[in-house]
């Protein structure tokens, strides 16, 4: 079936500006991630989804970065007034449950570039 | 912050080498996988071995797990130009529904 699927690939914003990110899982997993990879750095867990709630948003660097997932479905990460510092890849995955004893299945990642 | 360690950051050899690549982690663990990453895009998953396994294998690969030590080493053999990539271990917590990723070690194989 289809992996994980993340649009745009690739967005262009100006400083100031608000973005969405989508993610969309594999059907039937019930479990998501977001992760933020700045360039040449490991991945930065952002927040993990069990269903439609979100368990762990520990990682969520400031109250500028929110996100939601409807159902076990969609998820979209919003970058509110977005800061030069946030330029980086945003990776999704998704896994058949939560719990880290399933291996996760990523999406190709947004690159977003902040001018 | 990062739990795994991986070393090295960077690591070239000849194309039928063996690879080698080590990470270390600072807590208790449930299991631990092998990502592998190209082009700094999406991550594709390896090899999960569990906290009471000392060892697994896939075709060419080979991961070894030392909870006693706290570290985890990748062996990729006869390697290929097509194994170059950057290749990531990830740690599954006992308490916790999310993996914490290592720095990673960036591999180029030579033809």
């Known amino acids: 079936g289809a992996g994980v699927s993340q649009s745009p690939s690739n967005k262009v914003t100006e400083k100031g500006k608000d973005v969405e990110l989508r993610c969309d899982p594999i059907?039937?997993?019930?479990?998501l991630y977001w992760y933020r990879q700045r360039l040449g750095q490991g991945l930065e867990f952002l927040i993990y989804?069990?269903?439609?709630?979100?368990?762990?948003k520990s990682g969520l660097p400031s109250d500028r970065f929110s996100a939601e997932r409807t159902g076990e479905s969609v998820s979209t990460l919003t970058i509110q007034r977005t800061q030069q510092e946030d330029s980086a890849v945003y990776l999704c995955?998704?896994?058949?449950?939560?719990?880290?004893?399933?291996?996760?299945?990523f999406g190709p990642g947004t690159r977003l570039t902040v001018t | 912050s990062q739990q795994g360690e991986e070393d090295p950051q960077a690591l070239s050899i000849q194309e039928g080498e063996n690879a080698t690549m080590n990470c270390s982690y600072k807590?208790?663990?449930?299991?631990l996988q092998w990502y592998r990453q190209n082009s700094g895009r999406g991550l594709v998953h390896l090899i999960l071995?569990?906290?009471?396994?000392r060892e697994k294998h896939s075709g060419r690969l080979r991961v070894t797990l030392d909870t006693s030590k706290k570290s985890s080493s990748l062996l990729i053999t006869a390697s290929r130009a097509a194994d170059t990539a950057s290749y990531f271990c990830?740690?599954?917590?006992?308490?916790?529904?999310?993996?914490?990723f290592g720095t990673g070690t960036r591999l180029q194989v030579f033809p």
């Open positions: 990830a740690t599954g917590g006992v308490n916790t529904d999310k993996l914490i």
């Open positions: 995955a998704s896994s058949f449950e939560g719990l880290t004893a399933y291996e996760q299945y």
């Open positions: 059907s039937g997993h019930t479990a």
């Open positions: 989804f069990q269903g439609n709630s979100a368990p762990d």
């Open positions: 071995i569990r906290s009471n396994e």
């Open positions: 807590t208790s663990i449930n299991n």
